[in-house]
């Protein structure tokens, strides 16, 4: 059919991929053919799924045939399939206007339209909302199809849809939906949303161009667009996203997509296109960065299409989406479970109600492991796929619930997560006429739970300057009741931790600074509770451990230890060791507040208070005698007193907003401020005879650390930790300090696959180190610095049953720079 025109539009393919031709560009190839050699192309490209490039040359033939029913119909298909239905729908009714029986795609000289033509404008118009419209042509489709055509399952499934969307848009649920707006969203497409457990994380996939325009020359011939990236943000204390980017394993000529993470948001899943084969791979979050991928075993993945998966809080089961062999439709939900061994269990279809003869996809389970979120394009769907959720109650799931109308929409609505509590998600939308792109990504408020029977224990060990914890910090959550442990890491960037626990369990909790325990506390679950959050916040910096293991107080004033930020501190003469104290607010209608720990000096951070309404603090102790004689005082951020409170009854403090106390003390420090400022004047006057006096100037100490995944030697040259690093030192030299730098490769004692030894890969660790640091050095002073290389092979020794135990060697997996 295209041996006129099979050459040139290949190279123009060719060239799209690597320079995207301008529009001028393409019309000069066009007009060197004829019309039939276009419109054998065009055909050919939508038969092969080319549907960007088969677009262009049937608007390039419209310009001079606008009114062809054909052309307008191979234009509206072109549209139909890359989700542009607003742009398809007039090129659709023009098609519609000649519609005859006999149709052959390839005949160029046809001036009409077939009868399929109904339901792709009837589906068009079904998401843009015009259902009057989309149900006549939904029955015209059906009335004038032949008997087996596909579309007519459609059409008569269309109808099905839009009686539902009747019904739920006529009877809203309260839910509130927010865009997340272009911090997140951004003209492109995103979608597959995944956040962890607090809500800190948010994990999704996006088709956008990045920051750096590193995937710019690979496009998509079939979509037209950027392949797929896993991007990530992180939110802070204050409630604020990062900016999100683009995850370390990404890779620009090809599409990975976000899956889920793990309740504490360590492990993120992802799908990759291993060919036309998709599969399930699993990566380790490290502070901000990440593993290589790891294929899951073929328990889970096989020859057919695994697309979804969505685990278990205590990562015992996981629920997954395929079409292979044994499904009730297209693709289904299936699950595994974790045997006593550690092996994974065969799959098991979860069958009805949870599947059908439709498809089913994008799984979520909820934190209390049996509420079970998924999507589904069937007759209780609103249109495309919807959310629906179901409940595991005795081994039984009960029979799906469509979550209603404005959460899902006529449109594709899918990939639904949410936080522990239920009531926050995040799901990606096409919601008509909204967003900044395909499908952008939402958050969810909604007026309801479906989960049931969840304490999260959640909080953060914090620095009083900001500075990052220690990289040896380790929780241990001993389960009591059940006689089982489970060890956790805080994340590094922000201190926070987030754990599940059982209803109707006893706990103890215990910190680890190396070996040695800083602090820990027992707890005791509620049998009756659907949802508990307990908060725990603990100061580690004003604790030291010597290197025994003892436990110290770091020197200095202690009101000075928490560094320009306003806080509390309780108070008792006869007692200078506060341990195992926490203290619980209230608000005067009693309403819970916050619960933090304090710290071993009585001293606990300070939270935005509703200052004009009363804030009761409730002492929380083991011996009822701690709280005699105790007070409780508020201090500035400059360690100035600002107001004392003693008890109202036993234990108990209330506080209340002192304005005048406020203004005295404000007073106060503009009386200080200006008597600084004559000093420094003063200062100022007597420095010229001080400058043959002036001690050398003294530098911050600093150093790098970073850890890298099985085989790999190289840090990425858009590494923040790196670059940041680099500009310090770099600062250090030309404000003239003189340094000798250490450069530290080490290999865990895994056996590599990809170099002669474990002991080249540590060696190579520390030039390619070496090497970034002369780069960024270039044009300083050679005598300023000297570099040295070393590198090493350390941990325990690889055997097949450690294999889980990535975290044993991931801590030998390193380069380290030490300035001295």
Not at 23 to 40: C, H, P, Q, V, W
Not at 214 to 239: C, H, M, W
Not at 337 to 350: I, Q, Y
Not at 750 to 762: F, I
Request: hydrophobic share 30%; charged share 25%.
């Amino acid at each position: 059919m295209m041996k006129y025109f099979i050459i040139p539009i290949m190279l123009v393919l060719s060239q799209l991929a690597y320079s995207q031709l301008t529009e001028e560009e393409y019309r000069a190839e066009f007009e060197k053919a004829s019309f039939n050699e276009l419109f054998d192309a065009g055909s050919s490209l939508m038969e092969d799924n080319f549907h960007v490039e088969a677009k262009r040359i049937w608007l390039y033939l419209l310009e001079k045939d606008s009114l062809n029913s054909n052309l307008n119909y191979k234009a509206g298909v072109c549209y139909y399939i890359l989700k542009e239905y607003d742009a398809a729908i007039p090129h659709l009714k023009i098609a519609t206007n000649k519609i005859k029986k006999g149709y052959i795609p390839y005949v160029p000289n046809f001036d009409f339209a077939p009868h399929d033509t109904y339901f792709y404008l009837a589906d068009c118009q079904h998401k843009a909302e015009d259902l009057d419209d989309a149900k006549k042509n939904f029955n015209l489709a059906i009335t004038s199809l032949k008997n087996g055509n596909p579309m007519i399952a459609k059409s008569e499934l269309g109808l099905k849809q839009i009686a539902v969307a009747e019904k739920m848009m006529a009877n809203p649920i309260g839910y509130e939906i927010q865009n997340m707006g272009d911090l997140i969203n951004s003209p492109y497409a995103e979608h597959s949303p995944s956040v962890s457990l607090d809500g800190t994380s948010i994990f999704f996939t996006t088709n956008r161009l990045r920051k750096d325009s590193s995937n710019l020359k690979y496009i998509s011939p079939q979509t037209g667009g950027y392949f797929e990236d896993i991007y990530v943000a992180f939110k802070d204390r204050n409630g604020n996203w990062s900016e999100p980017r683009p995850i370390d394993f990404s890779r620009a000529n090809r599409n990975e997509a976000s899956i889920t993470s793990s309740a504490d948001g360590q492990l993120v899943y992802v799908y990759q296109d291993d060919d036309g084969d998709g599969n399930i791979y699993v990566s380790e979050v490290y502070d901000t960065t990440f593993s290589t991928l790891d294929k899951f075993p073929e328990e889970l993945n096989s020859k057919y299409w695994e697309t979804h998966c969505t685990v278990t809080p205590d990562g015992n089961t996981i629920y997954f989406v395929s079409d292979r062999k044994g499904t009730m439709g297209g693709q289904d939900i299936w699950r595994i479970t974790k045997l006593p061994n550690g092996e994974w269990s065969k799959a098991l279809n979860l069958g009805e109600p949870i599947n059908s003869a439709a498809d089913q996809t994008a799984p979520f389970i909820g934190a209390d492991s049996k509420t079970l979120y998924f999507c589904a394009n069937n007759e209780n769907s609103m249109g495309g796929f919807d959310i629906f959720v179901s409940r595991l109650e005795d081994g039984v799931w009960s029979e799906p619930e469509n979550m209603g109308y404005p959460l899902n929409t006529v449109g594709d609505d899918y990939f639904y997560t949410t936080t522990a509590d239920g009531l926050t998600g995040y799901y990606a939308s096409e919601r008509h006429n909204e967003g900044y792109g395909e499908t952008d990504i939402y958050q969810i408020t909604s007026p309801k739970s479906f989960i049931n029977g969840v304490a999260i224990f959640k909080g953060y060990i914090m620095t009083s300057d900001g500075s990052m914890i220690p990289e040896n910090l380790l929780i241990k959550v001993t389960n009591n009741t059940t006689n089982t442990e489970k060890k956790y890491k805080p994340r590094r960037r922000d201190g926070g931790y987030v754990l599940d626990l059982l209803p109707c369990n006893n706990y103890t909790i215990s910190y680890f600074k190396g070996e040695e325990t800083f602090y820990s506390l027992d707890l005791d679950i509620d049998c009756n509770t659907a949802y508990q959050e307990i908060h725990k916040e603990i100061l580690l910096d004003l604790i030291e451990l010597t290197g025994s293991g003892e436990i110290i107080a770091k020197a200095g004033d202690l009101n000075a230890r928490i560094v320009g930020e306003k806080h509390w501190q309780l108070k008792k003469i006869d007692l200078d060791n506060f341990d195992n104290v926490s203290v619980k607010a209230y608000d005067e209608d009693d309403k819970f507040l916050f619960e933090s720990i304090v710290n071993k000096f009585g001293q606990f951070k300070y939270k935005e208070l509703d200052l004009d309404r009363k804030t009761i603090f409730e002492i929380i102790h083991h011996d009822d005698a701690l709280c005699e004689g105790l007070v409780l005082d508020l201090y500035d951020a400059n360690g100035n007193l600002v107001q004392e409170f003693e008890q109202e009854d036993m234990c108990t403090f209330e506080f209340s907003f002192n304005k005048d106390v406020a203004n005295n003390n404000n007073n106060n420090n503009n009386n200080n401020n200006n008597n600084n400022n004559n000093n420094n004047n003063n200062n100022n006057n007597n420095s010229n005879n001080n400058n043959n006096n002036q001690t050398p100037k003294t530098f911050k100490e600093i150093g790098l650390k970073i850890y890298f995944g099985y085989n790999k030697n190289n840090v990425p040259s858009n590494d923040s930790q790196t670059s940041a690093f680099l500009s310090k030192l770099k600062k250090q030299l030309q404000e003239g300090r003189t340094v000798s730098i250490v450069v530290h490769g080490n290999a865990s004692k895994v056996p590599t696959t990809k170099y002669s030894s474990d002991t080249e890969l540590a060696r190579l660790r520390a030039e390619n180190m070496k090497g970034k640091i002369e780069a960024a050095l270039k044009g300083i002073d050679p005598s300023k610095y000297t570099i040295v290389t070393e590198s090493d092979v350390t941990g325990p020794v690889f055997s097949e049953s450690m294999k889980a135990a990535r975290s044993e060697y991931y801590q030998h997996q390193y380069v380290e720079v030490i300035v001295k």
